[in-house]
């Protein structure tokens, strides 16, 4: 299983639960956590939904062998789907980044509500040295969050970061010890059900309200030249690079 899914005293949790291959995210692995999603957002029992991984690893991001096999090619590919589930879900979301975050492991946090780190964890948006562009709105909510300056460290360049970092960038709230990282994330979940529900989700959707529109229309700009991008002999030469285990050779294009 790949994904566990489990609804516990108003909160669903989804689980990404591939640690052999550090929790890389497949098509199939994005439907079933936009499914789960969805359902929360409709069941009226879910106050809050928990989003988390394994120790040592929240995600890897996109399996890189799916994406050579089925590269998403329009706004229904799975991927896709996933990032229409989350943005559409007006239930607070918190993420308990377990471990290393790269790509999507990092870019979703910025649609989560509430966002706990493990002190182990590094995050990275390294689509720059994989030949791809930024995606899930990266984009545009990176440098509203921290400034241009500090926005191309991280997506041109790729720098990873800390748990840390993240909470002075605006993306975490607080860093705990690896341990403690869930159940900390569950016990601010179920606070969520002494709370009004209905005042909750337009606050949420409120607090979105500004920028909603706008990372649509940014999903669907990157999503396009990210397609593009997949197909580039720089992007097949950084894939090669990974499963050779082997520094890709940018320096012929
Ligand atoms: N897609 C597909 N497979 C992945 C993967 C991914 N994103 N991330 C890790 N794996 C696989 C590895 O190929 C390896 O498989 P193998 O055991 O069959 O060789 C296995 O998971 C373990 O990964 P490995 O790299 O050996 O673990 P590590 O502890 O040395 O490093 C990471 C962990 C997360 C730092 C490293 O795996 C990594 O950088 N992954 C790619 C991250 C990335 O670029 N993601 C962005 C995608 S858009």
């Known amino acids: 299983m790949t994904i566990k899914t489990a609804t516990l005293n108003g909160v669903a949790t989804i689980e990404i639960a591939r640690p052999e291959k550090k929790n890389a995210i497949t098509g199939e692995m994005y439907r079933r956590m936009a499914d789960a ?65 790269i790509g999507i492991g990092t870019t979703m946090l910025l649609h989560c509500d509430l966002v706990y780190v493990s002190d182990e964890a590094r995050l990275a948006m390294p689509f720059v040295s ?31 970061f800390t748990g840390a970092d993240a909470v002075e960038m605006g993306i975490a709230n607080a860093v705990l010890p690896a341990g403690e990282v869930v159940p900390h994330a569950r016990r601010i979940a179920e606070r969520f059900n002494a709370l009004p529900p209905g005042a909750v989700r337009q606050t949420k959707t409120l607090l979105r309200r500004a920028r909603s529109q706008a990372a649509l229309e940014t999903i669907a700009a990157e999503g396009e030249i990210f397609a593009q991008r997949l197909q580039s002999p720089e992007a097949k030469e950084a894939f090669s690079a990974f499963f050779q285990k082997r520094k890709p050779d940018f320096s012929k294009f």
Not at 143 to 156: I, N, V
């Open 37 to 101: 999603l969805n359902a929360a957002t409709a069941d009226n029992a879910v106050r809050a939904v928990l989003l988390t991984g394994q120790p040592g690893i929240f995600t890897s991001g996109n399996d890189i062998e799916d994406f050579m096999q089925r590269p998403p090619g329009n706004l229904e590919s799975p991927a896709f789907v996933f990032m229409k589930a989350l943005l559409g879900c007006d239930k607070p979301v918190i993420a308990a980044v377990t471990g290393a975050a």
């Open 130 to 160: 994989l030949g791809l562009v930024p995606e899930f709105a990266s984009s545009l909510i990176v440098p509203q969050l921290m400034g241009h300056a500090r926005a191309a460290e991280k997506l041109l360049l790729g720098d990873p």
